[in-house]
């Protein structure tokens, strides 16, 4: 039997992970609310609807953040039940493969997530959007969603199955996406226009998101194998 | 390495007791020379004198983490992946957290004397902090289970990435504020601004501070090639037990 091309393995692990989330609908059905909860959470603790204008940004993509890490988590853990993980590791497929349809499929929940938490904001916060305002944001999202994808596979990766995993995966993880928390929340504000900023302002944001992901895929995809070999 | 185990001063030989020696005349000369002989600074006052430790503090944590970088780069690039350099990796990152507190700390109380506050969000002294966080997870990571190899190959490849990660954490953060003093020493021009007997000082300080670095490192390496010994031996010891327990 020959052995499958990386682009098979992509979109076979990337169909495979889309699927699970389908049927188990973790993702619409508690990191959604859980998101949401937050994103009211801030305003109870705020309790300003000019200051909530002016941070929907910032609370926007700590909301993801926090919300990651519990896709993250859930991404890893199917792998890890039933030994999933090391079923794949000893098909002797190539692994960058898996960790570019993991990440893919991981940037594409957040990327949901974002949309879910950019409506709440500029419903619950009174945030405005404007044509130009909305390129950026997507472009935004689509750039901070893939890195956050790759970085979060990499990581979520190296602690799948370790005891602990659960406060192991913050305290890697969140020092590492700290670039992308502020240049997502510089460029989402200027694409509401926050505090006056002009949305030309936020492409330079998105130019280091887009530096972030190139950076972490190709590092993802030459440390992913090493890092869940056993 | 049997002689190594069984010797009662295991982990120290007769380099690292000279080593040992230099640091303690080197460190006592910087504590007499940075809290008698300099003057106060007409700007700082006597606040100045946390700058003997937190600057070479500071050095020695970047330091520890360049070595850390290095070791686990020669780790994965090498044919026999010797442990040693594992073992100096893991040993740098530890001594280097170690003064990376110190200078957190440090650079704390200065500014809190010199600009009223104990934090502000400065590029330098965010990503400091950063990597501090950063190495702490690396070395959360060396105590994951499985076997040395396993925790070489994760850790090396986790030092590397910790390399990928803080200049765009800098860099993000360069953007995004400024507001710490500029290197009075290493400053482009070559212009040093401080008293002579400050600098030697700080020079001491910062030659002090390498000598116990690596006084600190050798020994916690030999320390690290202990454990792993016990716990190999502990492996051998349980094979034996089992074999002798299925042989009756």
Same mark, same amino acid.
């Given at each position: +039997?020959?052995?499958?091309?990386?682009?098979?393995?992509?979109?076979?692990?990337?169909?495979?992970?889309?699927?699970?989330? *389908?049927?188990?609908?973790?993702?619409?059905?508690?990191?959604?609310?859980?998101?949401?909860?937050? +994103?009211? +959470?801030?305003?109870?603790?705020?309790?300003?609807?000019?200051?909530?204008?002016?941070?929907?940004?910032?609370?926007?993509?700590?909301?993801?953040?926090?919300?990651?890490?519990?896709?993250?988590?859930? @991404?890893?853990?199917?792998?890890?039940?039933?030994?999933?993980?090391? @079923?794949?590791?000893?098909?002797?497929?190539?692994?960058?493969?898996?960790? &570019?349809?993991?990440?893919?499929?991981?940037?594409?929940?957040?990327?949901?997530?974002?949309?879910?938490?950019?409506?709440?904001?500029?419903?619950?916060?009174?945030?405005?959007?404007?044509?130009?305002?909305?390129?950026?944001?997507?472009?935004?999202?689509?750039?901070?969603?893939?890195?956050?994808? &790759?970085?979060?596979?990499?990581?979520?990766?190296?602690?799948?199955?370790?005891?602990?995993?659960?406060?192991?995966?913050?305290? *890697?993880?969140?020092?590492?996406?700290?670039?992308?928390?502020?240049?997502?929340?510089?460029?989402?504000?200027?694409?509401?226009?926050?505090?006056?900023?002009?949305?030309?302002?936020?492409?330079?944001?998105?130019?280091?998101?887009?530096?972030?992901?190139?950076?972490?895929?190709?590092?993802?995809?030459?440390?992913?194998?090493?890092?869940?070999?056993? | 390495?049997?002689?190594?185990?069984?010797?009662?001063?295991?982990? #120290?030989?007769?380099?690292?007791?000279? /080593? #040992? *020696?230099?640091?303690?005349?080197? +460190?006592?000369?910087?504590?007499?020379?940075? *809290?008698?002989?300099?003057?106060?600074?007409?700007?700082?006052?006597?606040?100045?004198?946390?700058?003997?430790?937190?600057?070479?503090?500071?050095?020695?944590?970047?330091?520890?983490?360049?070595?850390?970088?290095?070791?686990?780069?020669?780790?994965?690039?090498?044919?026999?992946?010797?442990?040693?350099?594992?073992?100096?990796?893991?040993?740098?990152?530890?001594?280097?957290?170690?003064?990376?507190?110190?200078?957190?700390?440090?650079?704390?109380?200065?500014?809190?004397?010199?600009? #009223?506050?104990?934090?502000?969000?400065?590029?330098?002294?965010?990503?400091?902090?950063?990597?501090?966080?950063?190495? !702490?997870?690396?070395?959360?990571?060396?105590?994951?289970?499985? @076997?040395?190899?396993?925790?070489?190959?994760? @850790?090396?490849?986790?030092? /590397?990435?910790?390399?990928?990660?803080?200049? !765009?954490?800098?860099?993000?953060?360069?953007?995004?504020?400024?507001?710490?003093?500029?290197?009075?020493?290493?400053?482009?021009?070559?212009?040093?601004?401080?008293?002579?007997?400050?600098?030697?000082?700080?020079?001491? #300080?910062?030659?002090? &501070?390498?000598?116990?670095?690596?006084?600190?490192?050798?020994?916690?390496?030999?320390?690290?090639?202990?454990?792993?010994?016990?716990?190999?031996?502990?492996?051998?010891?349980?094979?034996?037990?089992?074999?002798?327990?299925?042989?009756?």
């Amino acid at each position: +039997m020959s052995r499958p091309n990386k682009g098979k393995v992509f979109s076979a692990v990337l169909i495979k992970d889309l699927r699970i989330e *389908l049927r188990s609908r973790v993702l619409t059905n508690q990191v959604l609310p859980f998101a949401g909860l937050v +994103m009211i +959470m801030f305003a109870f603790a705020l309790d300003n609807d000019d200051v909530l204008q002016r941070v929907a940004g910032g609370l926007i993509w700590l909301a993801t953040l926090f919300s990651s890490l519990i896709i993250i988590q859930r @991404s890893f853990a199917v792998e890890s039940a039933d030994h999933a993980l090391d @079923s794949l590791r000893v098909a002797g497929i190539d692994l960058a493969g898996v960790f &570019f349809g993991k990440a893919i499929a991981l940037a594409i929940k957040l990327i949901v997530l974002d949309f879910v938490l950019i409506v709440t904001a500029m419903l619950l916060y009174r945030v405005d959007l404007t044509g130009p305002g909305l390129v950026l944001l997507v472009t935004c999202v689509l750039c901070s969603a893939t890195g956050l994808g &790759f970085v979060g596979t990499l990581y979520g990766g190296l602690t799948a199955g370790a005891k602990g995993r659960e406060t192991l995966l913050p305290l *890697l993880l969140l020092p590492v996406v700290a670039p992308v928390l502020i240049a997502a929340t510089r460029a989402t504000e200027a694409a509401f226009a926050s505090g006056g900023a002009q949305t030309s302002e936020g492409w330079a944001w998105v130019g280091l998101l887009a530096i972030f992901a190139a950076v972490f895929g190709v590092g993802g995809s030459l440390a992913f194998g090493p890092l869940i070999d056993e | 390495m049997s002689r190594l185990i069984n010797s009662k001063s295991a982990t #120290g030989t007769q380099a690292t007791r000279v /080593l #040992g *020696l230099l640091a303690i005349v080197v +460190m006592l000369w910087v504590v007499v020379s940075g *809290l008698v002989f300099t003057p106060q600074d007409v700007v700082q006052g006597e606040s100045v004198r946390i700058m003997y430790v937190h600057v070479p503090s500071a050095w020695i944590a970047y330091l520890a983490f360049i070595l850390t970088a290095v070791a686990s780069a020669s780790w994965l690039i090498g044919k026999k992946h010797s442990m040693g350099f594992d073992r100096f990796a893991g040993a740098s990152a530890e001594v280097g957290v170690m003064f990376m507190a110190i200078t957190l700390l440090t650079g704390s109380l200065w500014g809190r004397l010199t600009w #009223g506050e104990f934090w502000q969000w400065d590029p330098r002294l965010t990503t400091t902090a950063f990597l501090f966080v950063t190495y !702490l997870g690396y070395l959360a990571v060396r105590r994951l289970d499985g @076997s040395a190899e396993q925790r070489a190959r994760r @850790s090396a490849i986790m030092a /590397l990435l910790a390399v990928l990660e803080i200049p !765009l954490v800098h860099f993000s953060v360069v953007i995004w504020r400024s507001l710490h003093q500029g290197a009075t020493v290493l400053n482009p021009s070559g212009d040093v601004k401080l008293d002579d007997l400050m600098l030697f000082t700080l020079f001491s #300080g910062v030659v002090g &501070f390498t000598l116990v670095f690596f006084w600190l490192v050798l020994h916690r390496q030999r320390t690290m090639l202990l454990v792993d010994v016990v716990n190999s031996r502990g492996l051998d010891a349980a094979i034996a037990d089992r074999r002798a327990e299925a042989g009756n």
